[in-house]
């Protein structure tokens, strides 16, 4: 596998520090001097013109005079100068560097049109950059602090990538007195180059790096981001911290999805589809940072609290309501046993109060039954200083019972200041992440298990995709530029009610008419009762102009209510076009809920969704959830259980359940529209009426724009959708019909019947190991991928309907994104009829349709077909000695 190209940033083998100096009152002079300092047993060199030696080291006035390769440039000079060091890097053949200085884009029009020269100096070269304007980085692991910080970062296993550098200077300096230690501090400073998803993509992979924590002001490449992000948060804990969570645009909204998507709900949903835990504050992430340090992982979200006041058990059990933490009940193995040895004033529940005057071995005895109970993922172990209690003795007896490995996370809150310092710092130095409330340690507990849920949840998959009826793309495509074409951007009521239609929405028939006795005979066509409504291109919600009646049972009506609405209209908006009105038959849709569905686009991260409660008073109630497209069954099922009219959709009393796989069908449908057309910039269906029976569709807004030019066609979504445009149709040799196409979740049932078909030599050959059939986590791996960042091509037929799985190749791609490996394996029963051939060309297809230029791939010595097909298709081979066994496989794309 080739290595990842920041791994000369990351982990360097020599470092040239620009700006270096003696002083000890520059940047530059703090950098080299934490570089020496720090343990950094590669070449530091100081990069100087004003300076021979500094110290006892000769210091060279360009990085030409050095004579040797430098990895890494460290550069803390003047920001008109950097330009030009830039370029000095490029002829001496280095490829990374960190820029600390200040004045580019953080700096008015002047720094921003430098830091554009900069970075197109380093593009134009080949240079990866970190900054400009940050503190550096520091990868304690190898000894090297190349930042201007004033404390060391103690080592450790956490990473912090933060867009603060003041938070990297305030972690480092707290990480020490509270026994913490990192395996890197990146500050990312104005990330107008190396950004979240590079850093992270080589930390998901780092073997230091046990969790990651990120700071974040804002994204500039999100699809990187969220990318890099899924991938991390599958491997390891992941926990952010995002500013501005109030910043609200500033734009008038002209749907009601535009009034409720902000971009701090958009950014939940991109943390909610890549797996990662959020918190809200500082302290937070501080706590967050003290519990991960323990290297601990919770198996769920039940908490037992061991504590000697009562009044610190409610505080922490109300801290645990507000996190939907469980406080499950002691077994009745753990009562029995606290009986004999605590006082009979116990408290026989949960949490497990042991009385104020509780001895150090009652304590002990209190968290040995707690570790052994299958009733509790984790234990929080809470100590209030009384007149009877000995807090470092009881700290004592948390370190001996808990001892070096728990079978689950331990957590300590010792109360108070004066008495409990001992304790606490006993505590801590043992590695027992030790809080000073009880609400925060709660917090601290629910990262964990909100962790273990969000992998439980990746592992979800949904069922067997129904044959629904193809959206008419075309149709869809000539309504919205036929409004492009007129210069509109709102679609008008019919417009919006024909693009549902193409992507098979139930609505109703809705007619237009420009006077009442047209709106007669429209209302006779769709049959009464009816709804009119005014119908302009500059009025959005009609109900604020009063251009809405419904429930018009006759003729005599109808008349009257046109010239109504048509008056009224023109007095509320005199600047308005009045094209008459659109009649619709009321929705027969039986003990209907009103929902909302729609779409918006964020200016960060694209294409979002959103559903909730409908009705004229949206934006007052707010009860709605936002995702990202694309969505699948499940995903959409996520997205309505998170609001409080879910609830709805039950039976309740007297009234029966919504039909709750329309509702998710419409989602799903809409979810299409918003990937297959970049115009569509905001949609709004409400309400959706929703039954028992069927929903409706009954008011539908769509505002549309070009795209830019530049885009390609997917460039608004930030999740890659289904890449459909791989699909191949073959025949075997017996005519049987054969698709070759990308792997998607909905085949995760017909990939589990491939694996568990296969025959033992088969596992053996694709897995180099025995299993009997594919685990819930690997399932989902394997069905649920990131098109950005790997490819799975499945070799299916269809028989009654059904999917049958008959091979799959798949490829991962590289840390150098320029290169993957692939894997390939054909079930048993269909050998030598080219299927293996069809899906490896499909493969390297996609591979070049993605940009690769290489795929290699590790095959068994001893599987002889596959060494025959490789050489077929143009491999070179390759045995190593150190390992006779298995072969190298690799060609260019």
Not at 71 to 93: E, F, N, Q, W
Not at 296 to 322: E, H, K, P, S
Not at 506 to 525: G, K, M, N, R
Not at 687 to 711: K, S, T, Y
Request: charged share 20%.
């Amino acid at each position: 596998m080739k290595s990842n190209p920041l791994a000369p940033m990351l982990d360097p083998v020599s470092i040239a520090v620009f700006g270096a100096s003696a002083s000890g009152k520059s940047v530059g002079s703090q950098v080299y001097a934490n570089l020496l300092s720090g343990g950094f047993t590669g070449p530091v060199v100081p990069i100087n013109p004003k300076h021979d030696k500094i110290a006892d080291k000769a210091c060279h006035a360009t990085l030409g005079e050095v004579g040797a390769h430098i990895d890494l440039a460290v550069i803390a000079t003047p920001a008109h100068t950097i330009p030009d060091i830039i370029r000095d890097c490029a002829k001496s053949g280095t490829r990374h560097a960190i820029v600390l200085s200040a004045g580019f884009g953080e700096a008015g029009d002047v720094g921003k049109r430098l830091e554009a020269e900069l970075l197109e100096t380093a593009r134009r070269n080949g240079i990866r950059l970190l900054g400009p304007n940050c503190v550096g980085l520091v990868r304690p692991t190898i000894g090297m602090n190349a930042t201007f910080l004033k404390s060391a970062t103690p080592k450790g296993r956490i990473a912090l990538i933060s867009q603060s550098g003041a938070l990297c200077s305030a972690i480092s300096d707290w990480a020490g007195p509270n026994h913490l230690g990192f395996s890197a501090l990146v500050s990312l400073g104005n990330s107008a180059d190396v950004g979240f998803g590079d850093v992270l993509q080589y930390l998901a992979s780092d073997p230091d790096t046990d969790a990651i924590l990120l700071y974040v002001e804002g994204i500039r490449q999100a699809r990187s981001f969220v990318s890099a992000l899924r991938g991390a948060a599958r491997i390891k804990p992941v926990i952010v911290l995002k500013s501005g969570r109030h910043v609200q645009s500033s734009r008038a909204a002209t749907t009601h999805t535009g009034a409720l998507i902000g971009s701090d709900a958009v950014f939940d949903a991109a943390l909610g589809r890549a797996g990662a835990v959020r918190v809200d504050t500082f302290g937070q992430l501080f706590a967050a940072a003290e519990i991960l340090s323990a290297h601990r992982r919770a198996g769920g979200n039940r908490l037992g609290v061991i504590t000697n006041g009562g009044g610190a058990g409610v505080l922490a059990a109300d801290r645990a309501g507000d996190f939907n933490i469980d406080l499950s009940q002691p077994s009745e193995t753990t009562l029995k046993t606290l009986d004999k040895v605590l006082s009979p004033n116990w408290s026989r529940g949960n949490p497990i109060d042991i009385i104020g005057d509780a001895t150090a071995d009652q304590f002990g005895a209190a968290i040995a039954a707690g570790v052994k109970d299958d009733a509790f993922d984790g234990l929080l172990v809470m100590l209030t200083p009384q007149s009877m209690t000995d807090a470092t003795a009881a700290a004592q007896a948390v370190v001996e019972t808990v001892g070096k490995r728990p079978k689950k996370p331990v957590l300590a809150c010792w109360m108070g200041e004066t008495s409990v310092n001992e304790g606490r710092a006993l505590l801590s130095s043992n590695g027992i992440p030790d809080f000073t409330t009880p609400e925060r340690a709660v917090e601290a507990f629910s990262y964990l298990a909100q962790h273990h849920a969000n992998r439980l949840l990746a592992q979800e998959t949904p069922g067997p995709l129904s044959d629904l009826e193809p959206a008419d793309l075309e149709g869809a495509r000539m309504i919205i530029q036929g409004v492009l074409a007129d210069g509109r951007s709102m679609l008008s009521d019919i417009e919006a009610k024909a693009l549902m239609r193409c992507f098979h929405i139930p609505v109703t028939t809705t007619l237009p008419a420009d006077s009442a006795a047209s709106a007669l005979i429209a209302a006779e066509t769709v049959g009464f009762p009816v709804a009119m409504k005014i119908n302009s291109p500059q009025i959005s919600h009609k109900s604020d102009v009063h251009g809405v009646r419904t429930n018009i049972m006759g003729a005599s009506d109808v008349k009257r209510v046109f010239h109504e609405i048509m008056e009224a209209a023109a007095l509320a908006r005199p600047d308005a076009s009045l094209l008459g009105v659109t009649v619709e038959r009321m929705a027969a849709v039986s003990d209907a809920r009103e929902l909302l569905v729609g779409a918006s686009r964020d200016p960060v991260f694209g294409a979002s969704i959103v559903f909730g409660a409908g009705g004229t008073m949206v934006e007052v109630l707010r009860d709605s959830s936002v995702t990202l497209p694309p969505l699948n069954e499940v995903l959409a099922n996520r997205l309505i259980d998170r609001t409080r009219v879910s609830k709805l959709l039950t039976a309740v009393r007297d009234r029966e359940a919504v039909d709750r796989a329309a509702v998710i069908n419409v989602l799903c449908r809409v979810s299409e529209l918003v990937t297959e057309l970049p115009e569509v910039h905001e949609l709004d269906i409400n309400p959706l009426f929703a039954g028992p029976e069927d929903v409706m569709a009954v008011d539908v807004r769509i505002v549309v724009h070009r795209p830019p030019a530049g885009d390609g066609p997917f460039d608004h979504l930030v999740i890659a959708p289904y890449p459909k445009h791989l699909s191949r149709a073959y025949h075997l040799d017996d005519g049987t019909a054969l698709t070759i196409r990308p792997i998607r979740p909905e085949d995760a049932e017909s990939e589990q019947a491939f694996v568990r078909e296969l025959s033992p030599g088969a596992k053996q050959l694709r897995f180099m190991a025995t299993l009997k059939e594919l685990s819930p986590a690997m399932l989902s791996r394997f069905t649920q991928i990131d098109y950005d960042r790997e490819m799975a091509l499945v070799a299916v037929t269809k028989k009654d309907g059904k999917t049958r799985q008959h091979g799959v190749a798949r490829y991962y791609i590289n840390d150098d994104n320029t290169s993957c490996e692939f894997a390939i394996v054909v079930s048993d029963d269909l050998q030598h009829q080219g299927i293996g051939t069809k899906l490896m060309k499909a493969l390297m297809e996609a591979a070049r349709d993605h940009g690769l230029t290489s795929i290699e791939g590790s095959v068994l010595a001893r599987n002889q077909p596959m060494l025959d097909l490789m050489k077929e298709l143009g491999f070179s081979i390759q045995t190593f000695a150190s390992d006779s066994d298995v072969v190298q496989v690799e060609r260019s794309l």
